[in-house]
């Protein structure tokens, strides 16, 4: 599970970059 973990951390930093830009956009839309 640790290098899982060790694995998905970039994938997790593009997610949470995504998620962050998502919600922008979405306040920017409302």
Request: positive net charge; charged residues 30%.
């Amino acid at each position: 599970s640790e290098a899982a973990e060790e694995l998905n951390l970039p994938l997790g930093t593009v997610k949470t970059r995504a998620r962050t830009a998502l919600k922008i956009l979405a306040k920017l839309i409302r």
